[in-house]
């Protein structure tokens, strides 16, 4: 099992940063996924950001340009950095952790952004 907490969301004007994290812990296997996803009201979930284990990172098209995902191996953290937010990136977003065992979620952090 792994246990997903995340950090950083909240209130932001429109063109404003923030940076997320997300912390994982128990079984962890080396090969493995992290990923950020969002959902906001009325919406599907939908992918923002993952990372492989070979540093490969893949973007949404509606956030290419404005958010980097990292990963802090010795921290088992993920972060996002999300700069130039607009109210369309006001969602819940969550940390997904792939690994052989299965697929994990976090409890998910509120981003909001308004003008």
């Known amino acids: 099992q792994v246990q997903l907490v995340e950090s950083g969301g909240g209130l932001v004007q429109i063109g404003g940063s923030l940076r997320l994290s997300c912390t994982a812990s128990?079984?962890?296997?080396?090969?493995?996924?992290m990923g950020w996803y969002r959902q906001a009201p009325g919406k599907q979930r939908e992918l923002v950001a993952l990372?492989?284990?070979?540093?490969?990172?893949h973007y949404a098209d509606a956030v290419k340009g404005r958010v980097t995902i990292s990963t802090d191996d010795a921290k088992n953290t993920v972060y996002l950095q999300m700069n130039n937010l607009d109210s369309e990136d006001t969602a819940v977003y969550y940390c997904?952790?792939?690994?052989?065992?299965?697929?994990?979620w976090g409890k998910g952090t509120q981003v909001t952004v308004s003008s």
């Open positions: 990372i492989t284990p070979d540093g490969t990172t």
């Open positions: 128990g079984k962890i296997f080396k090969n493995h996924i």
């Open positions: 997904n952790h792939q690994q052989i065992d299965g697929e994990y």
